[in-house]
């Protein structure tokens, strides 16, 4: 007679059971030594040994997903840190153009304190866009007050003279400029002369005598004559002194302090301011 199938399962489990508490009571029951207690301690070996060979094949695999993982990291901090760095730049470079500028400003209106003139700042927002003429634009024009001819200085010294001049805007001509000529003198000696510009953008002081010593170095001045440059703006220094036996006059090399490619801020000179008292008993 065939036992069903849920009878032979229950069997199965009773039989299961009942060879598990007796393998348990002996195992209570036995010593350390017994044969029990050496087949646990055989297959906790075994297991031990199994997990340790398993661990070695697998640790570098963890490994390689760690570098992996870590590389993914570290490419993204290493493009914020460079986001921060573009934007420290930025700001670095900020913080220069404030400087600069406030270095400028300052420039001008202690300048402008130590002057006997009325001055208007103007802001360059214009230049020549040829090689035969030295010319820019500035941001201020006939409603500011500006006329043509009026004279545009900078704490370092002459730049030019206004031109043109429309409502807002107007042009000036620089001294470095072919056209132009400044009469001027020599400080020590008082000798006069035309400071030229030329091609090459520097200035030439012309039309002195081969008579007059003359020092490197030595500051040149407007001289007033003209009518258009107020006398003594500074214009320069003697840089070089050329002459030859066939020539009538010395011609001198003038150094600018001016930078005139470097020019954002100037001051136009509107009307000019009689010296004080003492100033004009002290020049008599």
Avoid: C
């Amino acid at each position: 007679m065939r036992l069903k199938r849920g009878s032979l399962n229950k069997l199965t489990l009773v039989l299961l059971i009942f060879t598990s508490i007796l393998i348990l009571t002996f195992y209570l029951r036995e010593a350390d030594e017994g044969v029990l207690h050496r087949t646990q301690l055989l297959t906790i070996n075994s297991f031990a040994t199994l997990q340790s060979g398993v661990s070695k094949i697998v640790s570098p695999f963890n490994s390689a997903w760690k570098l992996i993982t870590s590389i993914g990291n570290l490419e993204a901090e290493n493009q914020q840190l460079k986001k921060e760095l573009v934007k420290l730049k930025q700001q670095i470079v900020s913080i220069k153009n404030m400087e600069m500028e406030n270095k400028r400003l300052r420039t001008l209106v202690g300048f402008k304190e130590k002057t006997h003139y009325h001055t208007l700042p103007a802001v360059v927002v214009g230049r020549s866009t040829n090689n035969w003429q030295s010319a820019f634009v500035i941001d201020k024009g006939s409603k500011d007050g500006i006329k043509k001819n009026m004279v545009v200085l900078v704490g370092e010294g002459l730049v030019g003279q206004v031109v043109m001049v429309s409502s807002h805007a107007s042009k000036v001509q620089l001294i470095i400029d072919q056209k132009s000529g400044v009469a001027a003198q020599l400080m020590n000696s008082g000798e006069t002369g035309i400071v030229e510009g030329q091609v090459t953008g520097e200035l030439v002081m012309n039309y002195i005598s081969k008579d007059i010593e003359i020092t490197k170095n030595e500051p040149i001045l407007t001289s007033g004559l003209g009518g258009i440059f107020p006398k003594g703006l500074f214009i320069g220094t003697v840089s070089e002194v050329k002459e030859t036996p066939y020539d009538l006059y010395k011609q001198v090399r003038v150094k600018t302090h001016v930078n005139f490619s470097g020019l954002e801020e100037v001051l136009v000179i509107t009307e000019l301011v009689p010296a004080p008292s003492f100033l004009s008993k002290e020049g008599e």
